[in-house]
């Protein structure tokens, strides 16, 4: 036994040679087979573009069915305006919601790898269901006839939404890992590749806006003019590209082991610190309990340095004297590690910043909705063309494409010649820089309206629901300003709930920081309803009536600004107070 013990302790000690070297990586990163890495022969840029490649036909293959879905719903199923509707954003939201699963099993059991492998199987199930479903007759409804249009058999609505919703089963396995997986890619502890990550991140949003463009743009005219089954058809494919993509890059990669349920290990600390409530926490954090060797109880997970906040849950790492005698330190549930511990506190610290992100998230719903609505009452027509008022979100996908490349290659250099930060800007700056950037674009939305409704008026078009004729192109700054903020503030999300998320629990971050989307949707609504209830007493026709010349849709974005304006102070209070993680 001791020789075994011997041999072990050879081996840890000979791998934390090759660590300081700088050969293998030094965040517990390993290859396929579970042995630890070369640096040379795996991870950093040459792994990438599998994973980008992958991103880039996921996200084409999501955005070619969300993009023209209600369309489908309306023109194919015969469904009405509001069940359509309802149906998709039911739909969308489950989209946003499935992360968590993806995320507990990548963390707890699965890893990143295997997750994204296995939901994007049943992602591609989803998309052939679909595609089969639009393609054979026996399986969509009959054409209408006339003004008489056949509902769908219940069998139609059955594989129809079943490959719907396996579509959203799979894109929540794959959403919360696939970033995450590919910043795997760089070591935490060399600073090269630190740098590197960042850019990564950069990328990566790139990668899904160019599929979104290309869906928004090619697919939507494809299922329009050429049909629904190759309309959905190419997206399937695009699919299988995905996963061939990520398969072909398996030898490059690096990989981080489970570490075990993220939500036992949180419900543990706080049971063992009511448990041991009554103790008095040592003055000495060294006192506290930790593994005595150089790695986490954790598995896959780095120490995290004790810090001084929420000292009612170090009492979960007290070690009694009854624990001391008996020499028995196994039970989780009333003695946690140090690093466990401040695993939850890490937790506790990001939900302020976290909670800032949902009201940048009901700001960018406003691209789908109100901008939108704003358009259909201006002039539509470029000389004999006609541009559909919802297509001007083309600007907000060119805008990203055009700042990532300025921001990584221009900002950054610059920015960090004067912060001397090694990514220009800090994850937290450069959400702020966000924040402050969708104040201008509420403005500016809002100054747009306020020459709609002047000219209106001049032309004495208040009492009558037709376009006033200020032309639509009039909205593209608006529209650039939230790309250029959603390259701040949504890129900056994904490098710090990465960044700063413990080790075991990335994916899971992950899913929460996409999380913000879906509940920034639902404030909107919110947002919306209270707007509509208060402006509307007494009979008054309200800022956002059905004919908006005689609105003020002008006072609903000033409120989204002077809310954003309010949200970004807040944030910007909870920057200076986060105390940043400090692992070993």
């Given amino acids: 036994m001791g020789s075994v013990d011997e041999e072990r302790s050879l081996l840890e000690a000979e791998l934390d040679r090759a660590e300081n070297s700088g050969l293998y990586t030094g965040d517990g990163s390993v290859d396929f087979n579970g042995n630890p890495v070369l640096k040379q022969n795996t991870g950093n840029w040459k792994a990438c573009p599998f994973i980008l490649g992958n991103e880039c036909c996921e996200r084409l293959a999501y955005y070619g069915i969300a993009t023209n879905l209600v369309s489908y719903l309306t023109k194919k199923l015969h469904e009405g305006n509001a069940s359509a509707a309802r149906n998709v954003t039911t739909w969308q939201g489950t989209c946003y919601v499935t992360p968590l699963i993806g995320a507990v099993l990548a963390d707890a059991y699965w890893g990143r790898y295997w997750t994204i492998a296995a939901f994007s199987t049943i992602y591609f199930i989803g998309m052939c269901t679909l595609t089969l479903s639009a393609s054979i007759p026996a399986l969509k409804p009959a054409e209408c006839v006339g003004s008489i249009c056949p509902s769908a058999t219940p069998a139609q609505y059955v594989v129809f939404f079943f490959g719907l919703y396996l579509i959203a089963l799979g894109t929540g396995g794959i959403k919360p890992c696939v970033s995450s997986f590919g910043a795997d890619q760089f070591d935490d502890t060399d600073p090269k590749e630190r740098v590197k990550k960042g850019s990564f991140f950069n990328w990566f949003y790139f990668s899904v806006n160019i599929g979104a463009l290309i869906s928004s743009s090619l697919l939507v005219w494809i299922q329009d003019n050429a049909g629904w089954g190759l309309g959905f058809g190419i997206p399937a494919l695009f699919m299988g590209l995905a996963i061939g993509s990520f398969f072909t890059g398996t030898s490059l990669y690096r990989f981080q082991r489970p ?25 000495d954090s060294s006192l506290l309990y930790e593994t005595g060797d150089n790695h986490s109880a954790i598995e896959g997970s780095r120490k995290l340095e004790h810090s001084e906040e929420l000292k009612c849950l170090d009492n979960a790492a007290i070690v009694t004297d009854a624990e001391t005698k008996s020499g028995d330190f196994s039970n989780p549930w009333r003695l946690c590690t140090v690093t466990q511990v401040e695993e939850l506190k890490i937790l506790i610290r990001m939900f302020p910043i976290w909670a800032t992100g949902i009201v940048f998230s009901a700001v960018y719903a406003q691209m789908s909705t109100m ?214």
């Fill in 259 to 283: 570490g075990g349920s993220p939500i036992t290990r949180m419900c543990q600390v706080l049971v063992a610190a009511f448990h041991k409530r009554n103790l008095k926490v040592p003055e």
């Fill in 371 to 584: 901008f939108v609505e704003q358009g259909m009452m201006m002039d539509t027509k470029i000389g004999s063309f006609t541009i559909p008022p919802a297509s001007l979100s083309s600007f907000d996908v060119i805008s990203v494409i055009f700042w990532v490349p300025i921001y990584d290659k221009i900002i950054v250099p610059i920015a960090r010649k004067f912060t001397r930060k090694e990514r220009g800007f800090s994850e937290l700056q450069r959400m702020g820089i966000g924040l402050f950037i969708s104040v201008l674009c509420m403005s500016a939305a809002a100054l747009v309206e306020i020459k709609r409704l002047q000219l209106a008026k001049e032309l004495d078009l208040v009492d009558k629901q037709v376009a006033v004729p200020i032309n639509i192109l009039w909205q593209i700054p608006q529209y650039f300003l939230l790309g250029a903020a959603e390259v701040c503030t949504f890129i900056g999300q994904l490098e710090f709930f990465y960044d700063q998320s413990p080790d075991a629990m990335r994916s899971l971050c992950s899913a929460l920081s996409l999380l913000t989307t879906s509940l920034g949707n639902y404030l909107s609504s919110f947002i919306l309803t209270l707007v509509i209830y208060f402006t509307t007493k007494g009979g008054e026709i309200g800022w956002i009536p059905d004919n908006l010349n005689e609105g003020h849709l002008d006072y609903f974005f000033w409120l989204l600004a002077g809310l954003s304006f309010l949200n970004m102070l807040i944030y910007t209070l909870c920057a200076a107070k986060y105390k940043q993680k400090k692992a070993s």
